[in-house]
Each structure stands twice: as C-alpha cells, then as structure tokens.
T-cell receptor, first 113, second 114 residues
Framework: KNEVEQSPQNLTAQEGEFITINCSYSVGISALHWLQQHPGGGIVSLFMLSSGKKKHGRLIATINIQEKHSSLHITASHPRDSAVYICAVLPRNGGDTGNQFYFGTGTSLTVIP | DAGVIQSPRHEVTEMGQEVTLRCKPISGHDYLFWYRQTMMRGLELLIYFNNNVPIDDSGMPEDRFSAKMPNASFSTLKIQPSEPRDSAVYFC????????????FGSGTRLTVV
C-alpha cells in the first residue's frame, strides 16, 4: 500500500506550457515537501507546505489538507525544468519510525524546446 | 553554508568489499538521515540520528549495514561485505527540526557493486 500517490508518472511538455503534478496521500500529515531531482541525481527541496499555497518564481505549490491532496504547478515551463519531482509527506504521528517521510514514486518531467 | 556534503560522489567496488559513505550535515542541524534510492523501491529511510544518537535503524536492510555519527559534523554509512543488490544512490539529509522545515539533501553517493 502506497501512502503517497503521484500522477502522472511521466510527463512530456512543450516549452512554455503550464504543468501540473498531483500528489494524493492517505495519512494525516504535519508537512508535505515537493522535491526536485535533476538528471545528475541531486535532490533539492522546493517547498515545504502545511497549508495553503506557496510560490517561488515560476513554481506554485498548493495543498488541501481536507482532501489530502497537493499540486505542484510550473508556469511557462522551460527545458531546465526537466527533472523528477517527488512528493514527500511527514505523517502527523511521525510515521513508522517516529520521524519518517513517505515518498511518492516521482513524476518524470521532460520539457521539449 | 555549503549544504550537506557527501563523499564520494561515485563508488564502484567489488562484491565482498567494505564500503564507507560519508556525510557532513549542515552546521546546527540536529537531525541527520540516511536514505537509499533505487528504481524498484524509490527513496527509503535507512536510519536517522538526533543529536548524534541513532533514533531508529529499522530501515537498515540487514546486519551488513551500519551507521555512526561520532560528532555533530560527521556521519558514516558502512556496508560490509557489499553485495550487488546494494547498488543504489545513497542520500544523506539534515534538518534542524526533524523534517517540518529546513530539510536539505546532500548530492548523493552512487554506489555500484560488481
């Protein structure tokens, strides 16, 4: 059973398109992170959300706690946005180990020039 | 701050050899996490430390894996003996609070066991 589900798994977009990646989770959470992993392998935390909406440049992340759903939006997409985007939730009770994130399997985004 | 620093970036070793991965967390971060990432299982938590003390190592796959944090600025993950199925990317992350904010990953160590 996956506590975190992401969709789509793979996404190809033309440069300039508006992109949405979705994350649904099944547990009560205290925080949700959106992570970005570039082809080189490094992982960067883009956003940490516990409610509402956050914006950073062309990236927007929203969360609906009641519906247990979060979205990551990319406006005016660019080839450099090509990466894997991972949703990670921190359960309210800390998860199995007391401080464990549950991870989605990631969405692989390719933006074509 | 230089962020979370991991070394080496790449490691290729023969089955049966000992492998040691290193991590330097961000100064002031009290929590340190070791993760393994594979295509099949995604990101998995192996172990985490709070104030240099291992809090939970239930994610460590077996006794061949061990992790230490001798001081606040250094941690190691050791595999002895290594096996081909240990091939993965190993990430270290640190946080000042345990995950609610300030969570920072290192660049990872890509381990290949042949």
């Amino acid at each position: 059973k996956n506590e975190v589900e992401q969709s789509p798994q793979n996404l190809t977009a033309q440069e300039g398109e508006f992109i949405t990646i979705n994350c649904s989770y099944s547990v009560g959470i205290s925080a949700l992170h959106w992570l970005q992993q570039h082809p080189g392998g490094g992982i960067v935390s883009l956003f940490m959300l516990s409610s509402g909406k956050k914006k950073h440049g062309r990236l927007i992340a929203t969360i609906n706690i009641q519906e247990k759903h979060s979205s990551l939006h990319i406006t005016a997409s660019h080839p450099r946005d090509s990466a894997v985007y991972i949703c990670a939730v921190l359960p309210r009770n800390g998860g199995d180990t007391g401080n464990q994130f549950y991870f989605g399997t990631g969405t692989s985004l390719t933006v074509i020039p | 701050d230089a962020g979370v620093i991991q070394s080496p970036r790449h490691e290729v070793t023969e089955m049966g050899q000992e492998v040691t991965l290193r991590c330097k967390p961000i100064s002031g971060h009290d929590y340190l996490f070791w993760y393994r990432q594979t295509m099949m299982r995604g990101l998995e938590l192996l172990i985490y430390f709070n104030n240099n003390v291992p809090i939970d190592d239930s994610g460590m796959p077996e006794d061949r894996f061990s992790a230490k944090m001798p001081n606040a600025s250094f941690s190691t993950l050791k595999i002895q003996p290594s096996e081909p199925r240990d091939s993965a990317v190993y990430f270290c992350a640190s946080s000042p609070t345990g995950g609610s904010y300030g969570y920072t990953f290192g660049s990872g160590t890509r381990l290949t066991v042949v």
